[in-house]
């Protein structure tokens, strides 16, 4: 079994929480801190396409392999995102990756089906000792509109995905024991980060609650939301966002937003920002090359920068957490690389609320695959299926080996 991983902690670290909300009280009454942004810089032409080969969502053709979908083109230019995972020199079919959801994947009555192993329930009277209110009711008797709250939506979804591991670790074993690399949706990464050991529970879910509160109060401040939308070949998403900001703009907008928040796969995005950008891209979106355009019950533009007001009090949070290497490794959604070390997971995750989540671009770092190798079994804990169909779109030969949990 791994070492440090969150089953490893919660017993012997169970009373650490509390010393850990004490310090996080006191931090926050410090003084507001700022920092400056990441900000890479390339000085040759060659690194910026270096970097722009890193950044596309594109795949090795292979001679017809066909372990993606058709939506990409043919002859299209080597993808080099594979050598951002882990490759051990073993059959890759012994091995395991295991995907956590994010926000807006859980219902009244979800966990319920969790609450018979023992360690399931004890992360829910960890949690709700560490939040000061009790989720598990929330869970269990909502309502379905207080539940979707992202102040008890993000807590609710980690738990319940923790929660969901019990039932593959008494079901299936060797799926912990075998895990390679790991990778969260959203909130999702947290969850991820607990798992893999970086952090314990009690200090991943306080860290979720201030998460979620920040970003519930940054949504409060301007009308704002989020939008699923399909793209067809000639939808040219940068122009579409530019100009539905710049009509947000003309309109009188004060903080005039539209970026792709979310890359889910080759032909859906979700597109996030100002009310009135949202609504130019409804009411002209199928104009400009978009199709099915459905609003998300969503009230905040999560991964743009209308939450940059959440990030002050997440970093104050995020100075409480004591971090440690990861045992098994992580993919950030801001690039789908895996964490290096403590560092850059410091820096990586409040960046993460204001970024893209690059999931698309993750799930091919993480299956990328010449003809003939196998793939790892892959374990969809906690979403109903939802990150098995994204990955069918995405690879449909590691989807034949994925499994929900």
């Known amino acids: 079994m791994f070492p440090r991983t969150f089953y490893g902690t919660i017993s012997s670290r169970s009373n650490l929480f509390r010393l850990s909300r004490c310090m996080l009280s006191r931090s926050l009454s410090d003084k507001p801190h700022s920092e400056n942004g990441d900000h890479e810089t390339t000085n040759t032409k060659s690194s910026e396409i270096s970097q722009l080969l890193e950044d596309a969502t594109i795949h090795d053709p292979g001679e017809n392999s066909g372990w993606a979908t058709s939506a990409y083109p043919e002859n299209c230019v080597p993808n080099v995102q594979g050598q951002y995972a882990d490759r051990p020199n073993i059959n890759p079919s012994d091995t395991s990756i295991i995907l956590f959801p994010?926000?807006?994947?859980?219902?009244?009555?979800?966990?319920?089906r969790y609450l018979h192993y023992p360690e399931a329930k004890y992360l829910f009277e960890i949690a709700n000792e560490a939040l000061g209110?009790?989720?598990?009711?929330?869970?269990?008797?909502?309502?379905q509109e207080t539940l979707n709250r992202t102040e008890y939506n993000q807590p609710a979804t980690v738990v319940k995905s923790l929660a969901a591991l019990e039932k593959l670790r008494e079901n299936r074993p060797r799926a912990l024991d075998t895990c390679i690399a790991c990778a969260g949706y959203s909130v999702g990464e947290i969850t991820a980060l607990i798992f893999s050991g970086a952090m314990t529970f009690e200090d991943g879910i306080r860290l979720v609650g201030v998460r979620a509160a920040a970003m519930q109060d940054a949504a409060n401040?301007?009308?704002?939301?989020m939008l699923s939308v399909h793209n067809t070949p000639e939808a040219r998403m940068s122009d579409i966002c530019e100009k539905a900001k710049n009509w947000a703009m003309d309109a009188g907008d004060p903080m005039p937003e539209?970026?792709?928040a979310i890359f889910l796969h080759p032909d859906m995005k979700i597109l996030a920002g100002s009310e009135r950008a949202l609504k130019y891209i409804e009411t002209n979106g199928k104009s400009m090359g978009l199709r099915h355009i459905k609003r998300l019950p969503l009230s905040g533009a999560f991964h743009t920068s209308l939450m940059i007001p959440s990030l002050d009090i997440f970093k104050k949070a995020l100075r409480t957490i004591m971090f440690e290497q990861p045992k098994v490794s992580v993919h950030s959604n801001v690039d789908g690389k895996r964490y290096k070390n403590v560092n850059q997971i410091m820096r990586y995750l409040p960046k993460q609320i204001i970024s893209p989540v690059k999931w698309e671009?993750?799930?091919h770092v993480l299956y990328m695959r010449r003809p003939g190798i196998e793939f790892p079994r892959t374990f969809d804990v906690g979403s109903g299926g939802r990150l098995k169909a994204l990955l069918g779109f995405v690879n449909a030969k590691a989807f034949k080996s994925c499994y929900t949990i």
């Open 361 to 363: 671009q993750t799930m």
């Open 102 to 112: 994010g926000q807006g994947n859980i219902k009244v009555g979800d966990v319920k």
């Open 258 to 260: 539209c970026r792709v």
């Open 221 to 225: 401040l301007v009308p704002q939301g």
């Open 133 to 143: 209110y009790d989720l598990l009711k929330i869970c269990l008797e909502g309502p």
